[in-house]
């Protein structure tokens, strides 16, 4: 509240009073502050001397009950004393009984008043200690005021900051307005001095006013004579109205000509445009295909080089294919010859061999060949057995026999066979008279021989 009072009177007074009133609401607030630390400062000092009196009369409390807790077992050590020494003793009197009796009684009375004096002291520690917790409550509340305080206090620097950013703000614009007011006194002073000198071209003007009135009235006496040419001049361009009117006539007859001659040529170059474009796409083709021409002629002339080449390597190749046919057909005759003279008997062939040319059994054949200096065939590699399969046509007899001995084929010059060319199954010496080796071309040509009945009649393969 204070704050905002204090708040209102700045704001009232800032502008009207100036720095110096500012200053003083300064000092106030800078006083207040220091009145509430004092009061702070007092609060807890008094709260700690209640403290430290409160921890001290707790500490007295505490030991009044130990001394008289102490006091009480004394008395009763002694009382307990006395009832042993009296026992111990067995001789003591009535009198010393009764006086036993009076301090007994006297001890009661004094243990009657201390416990009394327990009882107040008690009573007067739980006041202590009610006197305690309502300090200890009105200590809370100091604390809580206390924060309160600091809480106020934070607020009231915060203004503090926040009305001297303003201060300072306002003094800047007191010499933004002094530095204005500077300027606007030039210009007062400058606007003066122009209205001094507009006063003495105000003078000058109305003498100049006076000579142009004096004009005036002499252009109106020449714009009357002007009417009157202009009046001329009007008949004047009526006339020349009618001669334009005829000439616009006749200018639009040319327009609507000249528009009709666009119009053509319009399309003259239209076409002229549509014209040079197809000739350019000729021009183009022409050139298209004479460089296509140009290409044509040089594949035509190496074309034509390579028939000229080629037409000679086809006579090269048809000298070639007649020498070639030439000897060809000497070879076939040489073959037919061969084949003649094979199959016909009588000739030695290149390897020695021929064939007999007359049907006889196995020992006719033989003779057949021996007439002939030879005799019939051995065949003892795979080569010579595949060379005679191919030349014969029908079976044949070759010179392989066990006429000699059952089961021991021999050659006709007498070697032991070493290997054979047998059908699977052959020779199996069937109807027990099978003693002659045939060749069967039509089988396989390394499984063409079985033994057979010598006296077949076949023709035979005679080798010199
Ligand atoms: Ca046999
Ligand atoms: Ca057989």
Redesign the pocket.
Known sequence: MELELYDNKFRNNKYTTGPQRYCQDEGRAQNRRSRCLVVITVCLGILCLLLIAAIIYQHIMCTSKRAVIVLYIKLTAEREIQATLMLQTGSSNQNEKDQLQNSFNSLSQKKLELETRVKDLTAEKGQLQRNFDSLSQKNLELETRVSDLNAEKGQLQNSFNSLSQKNLELETRVSDLNAEKGQLQNSFNSLSQKNLELEARVSDLNAEKGQLQNSFNSLSQKNLELESRVSDLNAEKGQLQNSFNSLSQKNLELESRVSDLNAEKGQLQNSFNSLSQKKLELENTVNDLTAEKGQLQNSFNSLSQKKLELENTVNDLTAEKGQLQNSFNSLSQKKLELENTFLLGYVWGPDGLFISNELKSWSDSRQYCRDRGADLVIIDTEEKQRHISSLVKESVWIGLS?IEN??TLIWVDNSPLNKGFFVEGQ?N?YYS???CTELNPTKHALNNWS?FQCSYKKKGICEK
Do not use: V
Request: aromatic residues 0%; glycine residues 12%.
């Open positions: 066990d059952e089961g020779p010496n008279d099978e003693d033994d």
